[in-house]
C-alpha cells in the first residue's frame, strides 16, 4: 500500500516535472526567435576597383571557419548591378530563410537594395569607397594591363597602349566621365534616376542611405581603420580581423596590383576636377571620409589609433540594478 | 622538512600567486595612468622653457633689484658693482627703438630706427630710374588688390573695400616698372633681346581640345593677311570647359604671357591653369567679360545642385579665380593680353572675402610654374603665344596709358574715395586731386613720352600743371603757408603740408622742366608748359628751403605740419617716412646742388642712428 502510494507519488511528481519542463520549453521557444535573421547576415555590395578583394578575402574568407558564419558571392549576371523589383524580392526572400548558411556573410558587385520595402529589416550592410579619380584610373589601367592577382586573363582592353591622358583629350569612352558615376549609384540603390549620371537626386539619396542603412562605410586608404572598426562592431563576424589583417604580408594585405599606372598630368587633372559628375562623386567621398573619420575619432576616444580600439574599455557601465 | 611539503604550503603558494597577479595588474593600472601625465607634460612644456629663458637672461654676478623711471610702475632690474641693468621691453617703449639679439644669439643689438638711411647712389637723370622705386613692388603690397584685367594698373582696397583706382599707386606702379626696365637694359637683360622668351602654339598640332565629352570644340587653322598664322576657335564657353588650349613652357621663371586675339562674342574667355610648387594646388585664372560686381578678381562658385552653391576649398587641390577682362579689347577686334601670372595667382589667393591682413600671399619666381593657356567661345587667336620672364615695358605702358586716358578737364586724376586725416578734423571728400599724384604722372608721361616717343604723353604732362596754380579750397593743389606756396599731398582746409607728397611733386615738376632741351620742333605752347613747369618747381624750392626747419625736431622729422592750423601735437614721422624724407631731400640737394639741404639731410640721418640736436 505504501510502495503503491509512492509510487503515484512518484509518477505525479514526474508529471508535474515534465509538464514544467514542456511549458518552460514552449515559452524560451518565441525567445529563440527575438533576434531576428537579418541581423545574423552581412551584406558587403562591393565596388569594383575599391580594393574589395583584399578586403573580403581579409574580413571574410580568411575568417568564416574561426568565426562560425558563412560567405557567399553573389553573382550578378553580365556584371549589371541592378535587379528587377521580383528579383529583388527572390533575393531578400533567399537569403532570409537558407537558415542554414546563417550567420552569412554575403558579398557581390550589386547596388543597395532595401530589405524594409519588403516588409524585413535590413541586415547589416558595410562597404567601402574610394577616392573617384583614383577609382577610374585603376579601372582604366587594370582593362589595359590587368593584375598580380589573375594573371593568364587577357583583359578586355588588352594590347592598347593608349595613356589616360592621350584618352581623355581625345574624348574616349574608357576615360569618359561617365564612368566616373559608380560609387553615387552603388548607394542610391535601385531606383531609375540612379543610373542617371550627374543626377542631383541620386547623390541625395546616396547620402540619406549611408547615414539611414549602412552601419559602416570606409574607405580604401583606411581600410585598416575599417578593419578594427568592424571588429568592435561587428564582433560576432569580425573577431580578430584586425591582428589577422596585420599578420598579412604586403602581397596578401594589397591582393591585386593593377601592372601599369601612369599619373594624369596636370592638364587633365584639371579638367576632371572641373567636371559636374567627378565633382558630384567627390563630393560623397568626402561626405563619406568625413563620417567615417568623425566615427572613428569617437570610437578612439579622439586617438585614432587602429590598435587603441580593440582595447579601450567600455565608455559606459549599467548602476542602479534593481531588482538586486 | 615539513614546512617544505606541498599539503601544508599549497595555501601559502595560491596566496602568493594571488598576490602576485594583483601587484601586476596593479603595475598595469598605474602605467596606464602614467602615460596620460605624459600628455599632461607636453601641454606645459611651455612654461617650462620660459622658466629656461628667464634664467638665461640674469645677467652674471648681478643681483635683482627694483627700480623706477619717471614716476612710472617699478619695474625689475639688475644691479652690479658698476651699473643698473633696465630691461629692454622698457628702454624699446620709452626711446622708440628696436632691438633684437644677434644671428648667434651672443649679442644684442638696439636701433633707433628699424629703417634703412638711404640716399640717390648718382646724379639724377630725369630720364633714368625714378629714385630707388626699382625696389619696389607695388603688385604685392597687402593693399593692391589686384592689376586690372581691364586696365592693366593695380587697383588700391587702402580707404575702401570696394576697389578703385589710386592714381599715385599707378604711376608708382609705371615708375617701379621703367625703373627695372633701364636698370635691365643697364645691366644686359633687356626685354629688347628676348633670348631666353619661349614661343607657343606656332605649330597646330600644340593646340589641343578637349571633344567629346560635353562640348566640341572646333579649330580652324588659316592665314590671316594681317596677323599671318592665326587659329580659329569655337568653343563651349562655360567655364568648366576647357576649351582648345596649349601647353606653356614649365620653366617656373617664365611667368608672363602675352598674346594677340579677337574674341567674337562676350561669352569669349582664356583661362591660364599654373600649379603651385608647394603643395600642388593647381590654380585657374580665367579673364572673363563680366563686371564681377565691381570686384576686379573673386573666387568662382561651385554649383553642386540647386541648394548647393560653395566656393571650393583649397583642400580639393583646385581653385579658380575669375579677373574681370570687360572694356579691355573691344569685341570683334584685335588686340595683345599680357598678363604676369605670378601676380595674378598671388593676388587672387589673397582675395578671400573676409581676408586679414596676414593673408596677403606673395609669390617669388620659382613658387608655381604655368601648366596651360585654353580659350573658350568663340575667337581667332594668333599661333605666337610668348612666355617671358618680365613685362616691365608693358607695365610701364598700361600706367602711362591709364593717366593719359583718365586725366579730367581740369588736368588732374583724381581720387575717388574720401580721405580723412586727424581724426576726421580734416576730411577731403570723394574726387580729390593731390599734388603727389600730379608730380608722379609727370614723372610717368615724361618718360613714357621719351620711351614711346608719342606726343599725347607730353600733352597730359602738361595738362596737369594746372592744378599746381589752383588753390585748395578751389579742388586744386595749392595750399599757403605763412606766405610760402605748397603743393598739398592732401589739399585741406586749413592746409595739412605733408612734406614727402610735396617733395615728389617737386621731382615731377623738375622732371618736364628738364624736357626744354630735348624737344626739336618749334612748338611755342610747348616750350611755355615747361617754363611755367620751371617756375612752378623754383616756387616750390624756395618754400622748402624756408619751411624745411619747421620739419626738424632735432631727434627726428615731422610728417606734416597740420599741428599749427589744428593746435594739436605734432604729427612726428615714423622711422620709415624719415627715410623718406632723407632720400628726397638728397635727391633734391643733388639736382639744387645745395649745401644747406645736404647738411641737413646729413644731420637727420644722423637721427635715426640716436644723435640729436645740442641743449641750449
Known amino acids: ?19 514544467i519542463l514542456l511549458l518552460l520549453k514552449l515559452n524560451s521557444k518565441p525567445k529563440a526567435n527575438v533576434w531576428p535573421t537579418s541581423s545574423k547576415i552581412v551584406i558587403y555590395n562591393r565596388i569594383p576597383k575599391t580594393g574589395s578583394t583584399t578586403f573580403t578575402n581579409a574580413i571574410a574568407y580568411d575568417l568564416y571557419k574561426e568565426n562560425g558564419f558563412s560567405v557567399l558571392h553573389v553573382n550578378m549576371t553580365k556584371n549589371r548591378q541592378v535587379m528587377s523589383l521580383p528579383d529583388q524580392y527572390t533575393f531578400v526572400n533567399n537569403i532570409t530563410t537558407w537558415t542554414e548558411r546563417l550567420p552569412a556573410f554575403y558579398h557581390g558587385h550589386v547596388a543597395f537594395i532595401d530589405f524594409q520595402r519588403f516588409g524585413i529589416a535590413n541586415p547589416i550592410y558595410i562597404n567601402i569607397i574610394r577616392e573617384p579619380l583614383e577609382r577610374l584610373l585603376s579601372h582604366y589601367y587594370f582593362l589595359r594591363y590587368g593584375d598580380n592577382y589573375r594573371i593568364g586573363l587577357k583583359r578586355s582592353r588588352a594590347g592598347n597602349n593608349e595613356t589616360f591622358d592621350e584618352c581623355y583629350s581625345r574624348g574616349g569612352k574608357d576615360c ?22 550627374g543626377n542631383p537626386e541620386a547623390l541625395r539619396v546616396a547620402k540619406q542611405n549611408v547615414l539611414e542603412k549602412y552601419l559602416l562605410v570606409g574607405t580604401t586608404s583606411r581600410m585598416r581603420d575599417m578593419i578594427a572598426l568592424l571588429e568592435v562592431t561587428v564582433p560576432d563576424f569580425f573577431k580578430g580581423a584586425l591582428g589577422h589583417f596585420d599578420s598579412l604580408d604586403a602581397n596578401r594585405a594589397h591582393l591585386r596590383y593593377t601592372k601599369k599606372k601612369i599619373p594624369p598630368n596636370d592638364q ?31 570610437a578612439t576616444n579622439g586617438i585614432s589609433k587602429a590598435d587603441d580600439l580593440v582595447k579601450l574599455p567600455l565608455q559606459y557601465h549599467f548602476e542602479k540594478i534593481k531588482p538586486s | 622538512m615539513k614546512c617544505l611539503r606541498w599539503r601544508s604550503n599549497r595555501h601559502r603558494i595560491y596566496l602568493l600567486v594571488a598576490c602576485g597577479a594583483l601587484f601586476l595588474l596593479n603595475r598595469h593600472l598605474t602605467q596606464e595612468e602614467s602615460r596620460i601625465d605624459e600628455e599632461d607634460e607636453e601641454l606645459t612644456q611651455v612654461d617650462v622653457n620660459e622658466d629656461d629663458k628667464k634664467i638665461e637672461c640674469e645677467p652674471p ?7 623706477i623711471a619717471d614716476n612710472g610702475k617699478s619695474m625689475k632690474c639688475w644691479k652690479d658693482e658698476e651699473d643698473v641693468y633696465f630691461p629692454v621691453s622698457y628702454l624699446k617703449k620709452r626711446f622708440d627703438m628696436t632691438g633684437k639679439l644677434g644671428k648667434d644669439g651672443s649679442t644684442f643689438e638696439l636701433y633707433t630706427s628699424y629703417a634703412k638711411m638711404r640716399s640717390p647712389d648718382s646724379t639724377y637723370d630725369p630720364l633714368g630710374p625714378f629714385g630707388h622705386f626699382s625696389t619696389y613692388s607695388v603688385e604685392t603690397r597687402d593693399r593692391v588688390r589686384c592689376v586690372s584685367a581691364k586696365t592693366d594698373v593695380p587697383m588700391s582696397t587702402q580707404w575702401d573695400p570696394i576697389p578703385y583706382y589710386y592714381p599715385i599707386q599707378i604711376s608708382q606702379y609705371g615708375l617701379q616698372h621703367y625703373s627695372r626696365m633701364k636698370l635691365d637694359s643697364i645691366s644686359n637683360k633687356s626685354e629688347a633681346s628676348p633670348k631666353d622668351d619661349v614661343i607657343l602654339g606656332v605649330n597646330s ?16 587653322f588659316f592665314n590671316d593677311e594681317q596677323m599671318g598664322k592665326v587659329v580659329n576657335i569655337s568653343a563651349g564657353a562655360a567655364l568648366a570647359n576647357a576649351g582648345a588650349y596649349v601647353y606653356l613652357d614649365k620653366s617656373p621663371d617664365l611667368h608672363v604671357i ?16 599654373a600649379k603651385m610648387k ?103 587667336v594668333k599661333q605666337k603665344i610668348t612666355q617671358r620672364r618680365e613685362q616691365h615695358s608693358h607695365a610701364f605702358y598700361a600706367a602711362a596709358d591709364w593717366l593719359v586716358k583718365n586725366q579730367n578737364d581740369r588736368g588732374g586724376w583724381s581720387v575717388p574715395v574720401e580721405r580723412s586725416i586727424a581724426e576726421r578734423k580734416l576730411v577731403l571728400p570723394p574726387g580729390w586731386h593731390s599734388a603727389m599724384a600730379q608730380g608722379h604722372g609727370i614723372s610717368v608721361l615724361t618718360r613714357a613720352f621719351k620711351h614711346f616717343n608719342d606726343e599725347k604723353y607730353l600733352k597730359s604732362a602738361a595738362k596737369a600743371l594746372k592744378l599746381f596754380k589752383i588753390n585748395s579750397s578751389d579742388g586744386g593743389v595749392r595750399g599757403e603757408f605763412f606766405g610760402n606756396i605748397w603743393y598739398e599731398e592732401y589739399p585741406t582746409t586749413p592746409g595739412s603740408f605733408v612734406l614727402n607728397g610735396f617733395l615728389y611733386s617737386l621731382i615731377g615738376l623738375y622732371d618736364l622742366s628738364q624736357l626744354e632741351l630735348m624737344i626739336d620742333e618749334n612748338d611755342e605752347t610747348m616750350r611755355a608748359k615747361i617754363q611755367e613747369a620751371q617756375e612752378l618747381y623754383s616756387a616750390g624750392v624756395r618754400s622748402l628751403k624756408q619751411l624745411l626747419p619747421l620739419y626738424d625736431t632735432g631727434s627726428g622729422t615731422i610728417y606734416d605740419l597740420r599741428h599749427v592750423a589744428l593746435g594739436t601735437a605734432p604729427n612726428l614721422a615714423r622711422w620709415d617716412y624719415h627715410a623718406v624724407h632723407v632720400y628726397l631731400l638728397k635727391w633734391i640737394a643733388g639736382i639744387e646742388k645745395d649745401e644747406v639741404l645736404s647738411k641737413t639731410a646729413d644731420r637727420w640721418i644722423g637721427y635715426a642712428y640716436g644723435k640729436r640736436a645740442k641743449h641750449n
Open chain 1, 1 to 19: 500500500m505504501l510502495w503503491k502510494k509512492r509510487k503515484v507519488l512518484y509518477f505525479a511528481g514526474i508529471s508535474v516535472f515534465i509538464l
Open chain 1, 176 to 197: 569618359d566621365m561617365k564612368q566616373m558615376w559608380i560609387q553615387i549609384p552603388y548607394f542610391c540603390g535601385h531606383y531609375h534616376f540612379c543610373t542617371e549620371v
Open chain 1, 268 to 298: 587633365t587633372l584639371s579638367m576632371i576636377r572641373r567636371d559636374e559628375v567627378y565633382k558630384m562623386e567627390r563630393e560623397f567621398y568626402d561626405f563619406i571620409n568625413n563620417l567615417f573619420d568623425a566615427v572613428f575619432k569617437k
Open chain 2, 61 to 67: 654676478g648681478s643681483i635683482e633689484s627694483k627700480c
Open chain 2, 205 to 220: 598640332k600644340e593646340w589641343k581640345g578637349a571633344a567629346g565629352m560635353h562640348e566640341t570644340t572646333e579649330r580652324l
Open chain 2, 258 to 273: 602675352s598674346f594677340d586675339w579677337k574674341p567674337y562674342e562676350a561669352n569669349s574667355s582664356f583661362t591660364v591653369l
Open chain 2, 278 to 380: 608647394q603643395d600642388d594646388l593647381l590654380v585657374l585664372i580665367n579673364y572673363v567679360y563680366s563686371e564681377g560686381n565691381g570686384k576686379c578678381v573673386w573666387q568662382e562658385e561651385e554649383r553642386i545642385s540647386d541648394d548647393y552653391i560653395v566656393q571650393k576649398p583649397k583642400k580639393d587641390g583646385q581653385v579658380s579665380y575669375s579677373y574681370s577682362y570687360i572694356g579691355n579689347s573691344p569685341i570683334g577686334e584685335w588686340s595683345t593680353v599680357t598678363r604676369d601670372l605670378l601676380v595674378d595667382v598671388a593676388r587672387a589667393l589673397s582675395s578671400g572675402d573676409n581676408r586679414k591682413k596676414d593673408d596677403n600671399v606673395v609669390l617669388h619666381a620659382g613658387d608655381l610654374r604655368l601648366v596651360s593657356l585654353g580659350f573658350r567661345g568663340e575667337l581667332t
